[in-house]
């Protein structure tokens, strides 16, 4: 089937410091996958994508790159900041434009 | 642009009542949305797909009777939880795709919190 794994656990970090949130996925062919981002009180915005294999898809100063080798889409971020503190949910797209979600990741950036 | 409300975004209702939840794209048109339910520290489950003019497709282990979804105009659908029980509690997530834009873009409604007491 098609689901998406997100590393458990909230991730804690002082501003400045890098983050990285894996993602790995389970497919059948190679989807579209995505990077949303839900901070308190909205829903969720698209942060990034990428469509086929070795595509880096960026915004804001987060990065994640399709990589089908090892079936991952790790975000990264070199220098968080308080803005950044959100759920961070990875995604693959299957069927008719449906979306797979993995459990989200709650980030909190410290001062 | 591209903005997605629901309402109400919190309920409370007792035990055997029906609550509806409205999905309202606010400036663009949405030919297709999509109903999410979210458990705390679980991720969102896709529960049925609204296609406007149509019959809603839902999704394996979705009860249609119990989820009625009605999609009138390209602009909103709705949710009726039928006969509510406490397991039916949990935050409730539309999305819709606009039909100008790419073909994968989803966006979200803030959700609504549903307590069956």
């Known amino acids: 089937g098609n689901s998406v794994t997100q590393m458990e656990g909230p991730v804690t970090l002082s501003e400045e410091a890098f983050l990285t949130i894996n993602c790995t996925y389970t497919?059948?062919?190679?989807?579209?996958l995505f990077w949303y981002v839900q901070y308190p009180g909205e829903g969720l915005q698209l942060l990034l994508k990428?469509?086929?294999?070795?595509d880096k898809g960026s915004n804001k100063g987060f990065e994640a790159t399709y990589r089908k080798e090892t079936t991952s889409f790790h975000l990264e971020k070199g220098s968080v900041q308080v803005s950044d503190s959100a759920v961070y949910f990875c995604?693959?797209?299957?069927?008719?434009?449906?979306?797979?979600f993995g459990k989200g990741n709650q980030v909190v950036v410290i001062p | 642009g591209a903005v997605v409300s629901q309402h109400p975004s919190r309920v409370i209702c007792k035990s055997g009542t029906s609550v509806k939840i409205e999905c309202r794209s606010l400036d663009f048109q949405a030919t297709t949305m999509f109903w999410y339910r979210q458990f705390p520290k679980q991720s969102l489950m896709l529960m049925a797909t609204s296609n406007e003019g149509s019959k809603a497709t839902y999704e394996q282990g979705v009860e249609k009777d119990k989820f009625l979804i009605n999609h009138a105009s390209l602009t909103l659908s709705t949710l009726t939880v039928t006969s509510a029980h406490p397991e039916d509690s949990s935050f409730y997530i539309c999305s819709a795709r606009d039909l100008s834009q790419a073909r994968h873009e989803q966006y979200f409604g803030p959700g609504t919190r549903l307590t069956v007491t």
């Open positions: 995604a693959l797209v299957y069927g008719n434009n449906r979306l797979a």
């Open positions: 497919a059948t062919g190679y989807p579209s």
């Open positions: 990428a469509t086929k294999a070795d």
